[in-house]
Every structure is written in structure tokens, then in C-alpha cells.
């Protein structure tokens, strides 16, 4: 069995690619990084450690890439082959990807009546549906018919926390014990990809939420919190009291919302809580906040980790949520050299105002009260520091 996953990177080696080596498959790995491309070929194989006492280590075997740069056409082929296409390249790589899929998407029509899913195990609500809007894009009604009854794009939630890795072993990737994979079953098309690991349900929407507004806003408050007072890693953003603090408050704020929401059972999502700090608190990771706090313009969305719990929370409770607040403030102070988008809403901060930068890339309504209190919070934190 043939899977082409996109991106070969920190969650596509680390997590992806090992639970698919594991299903049986051989993984065809499409990359843009020459260097990852050429070392998967030569080796055909890499290393997982996972970061525990324990330091266990599998081989990842059965392994190739492409350059997809410089071999469109080898992907094309792979894909019109694959019996699963995933990616795991970020959410704003998804639509660069969608000329190539549509054309392997088409090239396998014409081989076969086989069925194939497309799974994007990206942080995002409604990944996969993104990828087949682009792909969509691409198409004539008559093969947007013809997809429909071939290919699903069913969305998923993936988590493990994989760190930028700095071994000496390119191929190496040191991951945390912990890992979950879920996807929505009734998208499928054809029969379900049997990957060990995977865990099928009927609507994705309540587990990508449960865990972006948990995992990632949590992730998000310790690292925009953590480069606030000048903190380099994630596990030592958590060992500082008001930091810890801001975390398991931000996570009662979101976590009251889901609750109420999707009916979690209140002492499960307590303990998923308290998890997931452990988690962050891992001393056999080094997982820096600027990995963590990458693309905050992208963080900020009105559907992702900060504004969507807070809107939400809002909306049920018409109450402020105060620590998530302070979150939103705290990643429109993160103003990091080497991130392009901390840059881009430093300098609309210094142009248009801090009002104008919070609209454009909140979303949100001026004259509502989160925006309000988001002016608040950010006017303090900048008087505290
Ligand atoms: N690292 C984690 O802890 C983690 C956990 C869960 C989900 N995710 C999600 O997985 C996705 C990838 O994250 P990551 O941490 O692995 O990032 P990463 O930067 O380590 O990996 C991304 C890979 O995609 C490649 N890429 C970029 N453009 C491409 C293109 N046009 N075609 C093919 N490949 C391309 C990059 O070269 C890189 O190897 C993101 O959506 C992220 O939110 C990450
Ligand atoms: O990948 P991002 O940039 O959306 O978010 C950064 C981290 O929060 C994220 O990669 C987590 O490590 C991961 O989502 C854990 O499952």
C-alpha cells in the first residue's frame, strides 16, 4: 500500500509518516526541502525517539520522497497510484497544494475507478475541506462530479507535540509519548484507511475544537506569555507561577465553553486539562515559544485558538473571558524579528493604530465588548512591561 503524504517535516516524520510505517504502508514523502528529500532517498529510513525516561527509539522504514519543486510530475504519478494522500505542511500551505493534487486527482482517473481520501492533519478547523475547496477551484462541474463520487476530504484532528529538532541526525525526530489522530468518518470515500492509531468518528467539528481550543490555546498563551517575560522554552514558560496561572485560566475559560457546548462530561475535560499541562511541562522537550508562537497573524484568525473561544464564550455566558483576553493581547505584543507575520501586525500596529490591527486580523466587531476588553488587556500589559 502506497500513502503520499505532504510534508516531511516535524509532524509529518515524527507522528504521520511513523503511524503509517506502522499500518503497513510504504510512504512516498513530498517535500520543497531538497536536503529532507535527498537524505529520505538515500536512507530510506529514519529515526522516532520519543521524549520520555524511557528514550525508546523505532526505525521508520519504507520511506522515499519527491522534490516537489522540482518534480511536480513524479507527484502527479504518485498520487494518481496512492491508496491515502495526507498533508501536514500548515494550514496556509494547503491552498499552494491544491493545482498539484487536482492534476494527481485527475491523472488517477484516468488509471482507475479506485476510491482515495485526502486526510489534512493540519492545526484548523475543517482542514481536508479547505484542501478540497482549492482543488474544487481547479475543476470543471463535469469533474467536480466525478471527485465527488471518488474522492472524500475528510477532516481530522492530529495531536502530538513535535519540537523544531536540532540532532545531528537530519532524519531524526524526538516526539512526545502522547499522540491522538481523529477523523470523520462519514466523509469517507470507499472503504476506511485501516491505520492503526486512527480513531473514527461521525463529525469532527466537537474534537478539533476540544483540542485547538485546548491544546493550541493553552500552547499559545504559554508561548506569547513566555516571550513576554523573555522565556525561551515552553516547559519553562510553566514552571513560572503567572504564566501557569494565565494557562489554566485561559484553559477554564475555553473549557467551560466546551463543555457547555458539546456536553463534555465536566470532570473528563478537567482531567484532559490537567493533561495536557503535563504535557507542556515536559522536561525531555525543548520546545522553543517561537515555534509555538509561529504566525500569530494566522493564531489570531477569527476561527482559530484565542478569538474563537473567546467569541464563543462571549456569546454563551456574555461574560468576559478575562485570560483569554489577555492572550490575544499578549500575541499582538509579540513582536519577534524573525517572524514575517509578528512583523506585519508590528508595523499596522505603528501605522493604523492598534483599533485598525485588531479588526483586520481579529475580525472582530469594534463596538462588541471582547474588543473592547482585548484594548484593555493589551493597554495594560504594555504599561506592566
Ligand atoms: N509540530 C507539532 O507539534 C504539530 C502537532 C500537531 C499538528 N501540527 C500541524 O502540522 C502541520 C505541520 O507542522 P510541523 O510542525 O510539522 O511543521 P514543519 O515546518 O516541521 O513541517 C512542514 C513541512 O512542510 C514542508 N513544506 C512547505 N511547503 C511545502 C509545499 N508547498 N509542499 C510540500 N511540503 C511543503 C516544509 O518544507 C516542512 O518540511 C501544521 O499545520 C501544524 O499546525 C504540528
Ligand atoms: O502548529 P501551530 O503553529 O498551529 O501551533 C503550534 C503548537 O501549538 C502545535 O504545533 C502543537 O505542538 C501541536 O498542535 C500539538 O498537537
Not at 475528510?154 to 529538532?165: C, G, L
Not at 516571550?227 to 501557569?244: C, D, F, L, S
Not at 490575544?328 to 505584543?333: D, N, T
Not at 509579540?334 to 507575520?341: F, I
Request: proline share 4%; glycine share 8%.
Amino acid at each position: 500500500m502506497l500513502a503520499v503524504h505532504f510534508g516531511a517535516g516535524n509532524i509529518g516524520r515524527g507522528f504521520i509518516g511513523n503511524l503509517l510505517y506502522h499500518s503497513g504502508y510504504e510512504t512516498c514523502f513530498v517535500d520543497v526541502n531538497e536536503e529532507i528529500v535527498q537524505l529520505l532517498n538515500e536512507r530510506r529510513e529514519y529515526r522516532v525517539v520519543i521524549a520520555d525516561s524511557s528514550q525508546e527509539e523505532v526505525v521508520v522504514k519504507n520511506v522515499k520522497a519527491i522534490n516537489s519543486k522540482l518534480h511536480p510530475e513524479q507527484v502527479v504519478e504518485a498520487i494518481a497510484e496512492a491508496d491515502i494522500v495526507t498533508t501536514a505542511i500548515g494550514p496556509n500551505i494547503l491552498p499552494l497544494i491544491a493545482g498539484l493534487v487536482a492534476d494527481g486527482l485527475r491523472k488517477r482517473l484516468e488509471k482507475s475507478d479506485k476510491p482515495l481520501n485526502i486526510i489534512a492533519c493540519e492545526n484548523m478547523v475543517g482542514g481536508s475541506s479547505l484542501l478540497k475547496e482549492k482543488v474544487f477551484e481547479q475543476l470543471t462541474s463535469d469533474e467536480k462530479t466525478q471527485f465527488e463520487e471518488r474522492f472524500g476530504f475528510p477532516d481530522s484532528a492530529v495531536d502530538r507535540i513535535v519540537p523544531n529538532q536540532v540532532n545531528e541526525d537530519k532524519l531524526m525526530v524526538k516526539v512526545e509519548p502522547f499522540y491522538e489522530w481523529v477523523v470523520e468518518d462519514t466523509k469517507i470515500v470507499g472503504e476506511k484507511p485501516d491505520i492503526t492509531g486512527i480513531t473514527y468518528v461521525p463529525e469532527l467539528v466537537p474534537y478539533i475544537e476540544r483540542k485547538l481550543f485546548t491544546v493550541n490555546t493553552g500552547h499559545a498563551l504559554a508561548a506569547y506569555f513566555g516571550y513576554y517575560y523573555g522565556v525561551e522554552t515552553i516547559n519553562q514558560a510553566m514552571e513560572k507561577g503567572p504564566i501557569h496561572n494565565l494557562v489554566l485560566g485561559a484553559l477554564k475559560e475555553s473549557g467551560q465553553m466546551l463543555v457547555e457546548k458539546y456536553g463534555f462530561s465536566q470532570e473528563a475535560h478537567e482531567q484532559y486539562i490537567q493533561k495536557i499541562i503535563g504535557r507542556f511541562s515536559n522536561p525531555y522537550i525543548v520546545d522553543e515559544v517561537t515555534r509555538v508562537g509561529r504566525s500569530p497573524i494566522r493564531k489570531l484568525g477569527p476561527n482559530d485558538r484565542l478569538v474563537s473561544p473567546a467569541r464563543q464564550y462571549y456569546e454563551l455566558f456574555e461574560s468576559q473571558p478575562i485570560h483569554l483576553l489577555k492572550g490575544i493581547a499578549a500575541a499582538l505584543l509579540y513582536d519577534l524579528q524573525g517572524d514575517e507575520e509578528a512583523v506585519q501586525i508590528q508595523s499596522m500596529i505603528k501605522e493604523q493604530g492598534l483599533e485598525a490591527a485588531i479588526e483586520k486580523f481579529t475580525g472582530l466587531d469594534p463596538a462588541s465588548t471582547i474588543f473592547k476588553g482585548i484594548v484593555e488587556q493589551y493597554n495594560q500589559l504594555k504599561l506592566e512591561k
